[in-house]
C-alpha cells in the first residue's frame, strides 16, 4: 500500500516568517493530496488540497507544491501567525483500494509572537 | 449544521470491557471510517464503509468491529478492550471520490 512520510515532526518558527512541511509518498498512483489542520482537542481540519493534474496551488497565506516525478508535495505558510500553531497532516490518496486516505505522522507547528 | 458527531467524547473502560464509539453525518456521504490517533504515529484507519451494507477494513482492524445499516450512521465496537486500545477515536465522512473529509470532535478512550 501507499506509505506517506512526512517531516519535520516539530517545527517552530517567529511570527511573520515562513514554515514549510514536506511529505513524500510511495504510490505512483496517488493522484489526490489534502492537508489537514488539528487544533488542540479538535479533530482535523481541511486547509488545501492538489490533485496529480496541478503542480502549484495557493489560497492566501498558505501554498501547496506537488512533484510527481520525485514523489513529494510540500505546504507553504508564509506570514505566520499564532493562530497558525497546530499540527498539520499531509495525506495522499489514489482513489483505488476503497479510496482510502494514508496519512502522515503529522508536524507540530508553534508560532513564536 | 451538525457535520460529523461523535459521542461519547471521553470514556474510560476496564479491560476486557466492551463499548461503542457512535458516529452520525447529516451530509449524506457515502464513505465513513473511523481512525485512531497515537503519538508520533499519525492517523491509522481502522475500518471503513462505502455505504450504507458495505465496510471493510484499514490498517488496524484487529479488536474492533463496524457496521452500516444506514447512511447516516458508523459505529465502531471494541470487543474487549485491552490497553492497546487507549488511543483518541476519529470519525470522518466524505464524498466517494477524492474530496474533503470532515472530521468528529474525536473520543478520547483510556483502557485500565
Known amino acids: 500500500g501507499e506509505n506517506v512520510e512526512q517531516h519535520p515532526s516539530t517545527l517552530s518558527v517567529q511570527e511573520g516568517d515562513s514554515a514549510v512541511i514536506k511529505c513524500t509518498y510511495s504510490d505512483s498512483a496517488s493522484n489526490y493530496f489534502p492537508w489537514y489542520k488539528q487544533e488542540l482537542g479538535k479533530g482535523p481540519q481541511l486547509i488545501i488540497d492538489i490533485r496529480s493534474n496541478v503542480g502549484e496551488k495557493k489560497d492566501q497565506r498558505i501554498a501547496v507544491t506537488l512533484n510527481k516525478t520525485a514523489k513529494h508535495f510540500s505546504l507553504h505558510i508564509t506570514e505566520t501567525q499564532p493562530e497558525d500553531s497546530a499540527v498539520y497532516f499531509c495525506a495522499a490518496s489514489s482513489g483505488n483500494t476503497g479510496n482510502q486516505f494514508y496519512f502522515g505522522t503529522g508536524t507540530s507547528l508553534t508560532v513564536i509572537p | ?112
Open chain 2, 1 to 112: 449544521n451538525a457535520g460529523v458527531t461523535q459521542t461519547p467524547k471521553f470514556q474510560v473502560l476496564k479491560t476486557g470491557q466492551s463499548m461503542t464509539l457512535q458516529c452520525a453525518q447529516d451530509m449524506n456521504h457515502e464513505y465513513m471510517s473511523w481512525y485512531r490517533q497515537d503519538p508520533g504515529m499519525g492517523l491509522r484507519l481502522i475500518h471503513y464503509s462505502v455505504g450504507a451494507g458495505i465496510t471493510d477494513q484499514g490498517e488496524v482492524p484487529n479488536g474492533y468491529n463496524v457496521s452500516r445499516s444506514t447512511t447516516e450512521d458508523f459505529p465502531l465496537r471494541l470487543l474487549s478492550a485491552a490497553p492497546s486500545q487507549t488511543s483518541v477515536y476519529f470519525c470522518a465522512s466524505r464524498r466517494l471520490v477524492n474530496t474533503e473529509a470532515f472530521f468528529g470532535q474525536g473520543t478520547r478512550l483510556t483502557v485500565v
